[in-house]
């Protein structure tokens, strides 16, 4: 009774650990993305530089990548998305920023892809809804 209890702590510590680890991640390059960025939205050239290290970072994320590939969502649909938030959730509360924090969490990225044709204003109240602001 005794191993099986150590055995079931010891793996609920170490899953309890990897998905702090994996918060901390995603909220570092949450800000590093955002500090990057920021002042540099008006440029189209820096736009797409965004784009790219967005979408690079949620392919590569082992939780982001699923959903993804479920909605089938590419670069451009990230593009689109991102100019859609950007129209009503062009500013930063704390470490939030609405086109940006939006794609960093998988119930969010999913309601993204799921209604990407949605109107901007609607997706955007819902993404500010989902990340308190």
Not at 13 to 21: D, E, K, L
Not at 40 to 63: G, Q
Not at 103 to 121: A, G, I, N
Request: aromatic residues 14%; hydrophobic residues 45%.
């Amino acid at each position: 009774m005794n191993a099986i209890l150590i055995f079931i702590l010891t793996a609920l510590t170490i899953f309890f650990i990897v998905q702090i680890r994996h918060s901390l991640k995603r909220s570092s390059k949450n800000v590093e993305l955002i500090e990057k960025y920021i002042d540099h939205l008006k440029n189209p050239a820096r736009v797409e530089n965004l784009i790219d290290e967005l979408f690079e970072f949620c392919s590569n994320d082992w939780k982001l990548s699923r959903v993804i590939q479920k909605n089938s969502a590419t670069r451009e649909d990230f593009l689109e998305i991102f100019r859609k938030l950007m129209i009503w959730g062009n500013f930063r509360k704390y470490n939030r920023f609405v086109p940006i924090t939006a794609f960093m969490y998988v119930t969010s990225l999913d309601y993204l892809l799921q209604h990407r044709d949605e109107d901007p204003k609607k997706l955007t109240e819902r993404m500010m809804n989902f990340l308190h602001f």
